[in-house]
T-cell receptor, first 112, second 114 residues
């Protein structure tokens, strides 16, 4: 059973470009979460999704950030018009209906 | 809202010795879970140990054990017989039963000295 798969592992963007990060949950997991880790900090919750539904987006910045988990395909975290402050590691996690979260290896975004 | 505090930014331990990492939390929930995650240089988040708040017995996983003091809202991690591979950043985290958000502490960087 493959783990949570995130890609790309590393992404470099210039200011003003768009960043798209993808996450494929573990087989059988219907819950997906995105977390952001700024340098020298712990992970901060961004959004919690189930198939085709955003359940909790209380940690998402109000502008430029969006997330989706379509019926088919991976979950996507999209950041429009990136700024240097968006540089961080973005972690995806998935879970079954229970409470244990399984994390991917993260996607590191660098904004030049 | 939940908060998690790790007051030790850095700790070191001699190989084969025992070390304890501290964590305190605050929550208004009665149903919650507590976790310790390890983040090595590869940055993968690895679950080390978990504790359900309703369980009085402290969780143990091989060389890792916790001291869960519910009244004091304390959740420390003890690593026995430390190994070089234990060197990593360790994060304490809480998850409430009602909201599926993990709240992380700021981490403790553990160095294991040969």
């Amino acid at each position: 059973n493959a783990g949570v798969m995130q890609n790309p592992r590393h992404l470099v963007r210039r200011r003003g470009q768009e960043a798209r990060l993808r996450c494929s949950p573990m087989k059988g997991h219907s819950h997906v979460y995105w977390y952001r880790q700024l340098p020298e900090e712990g992970l901060k919750f961004m959004v919690y999704l189930q198939k085709e539904n955003i359940i909790d987006e209380s940690g998402m910045p109000k502008e430029r950030f969006s997330a989706e988990f379509p019926k088919e395909g991976p979950s996507i975290l999209r950041i429009q018009q990136v700024v240097r402050g968006d540089s961080a590691a973005y972690f995806c996690a998935s879970s079954p209906p229970g409470w244990e979260l399984f994390f991917g290896e993260g996607s590191r975004l660098t904004v030049l | 809202a939940q908060t998690v505090t790790q007051s030790q930014p850095e700790m070191s331990v001699q190989e084969a010795e025992t070390v304890t990492l501290s964590c305190t939390y605050d929550t208004s929930e009665s149903d919650y879970y507590l976790f310790w995650y390890k983040q090595p240089p590869s940055r993968q988040m690895i679950l080390v140990i978990r504790q359900e708040a309703y369980k009085q017995q402290n969780a143990t996983e091989n060389r890792f054990s916790v001291n869960f003091q519910k009244a004091a809202k304390s959740f420390s991690l003890k690593i026995s017989d430390s190994q070089l591979g234990d060197a990593a950043m360790y994060f304490c985290a809480s998850l409430s039963g009602s909201a599926r958000q993990l709240t992380f502490g700021s981490g403790t960087q553990l160095t294991v000295l040969p």
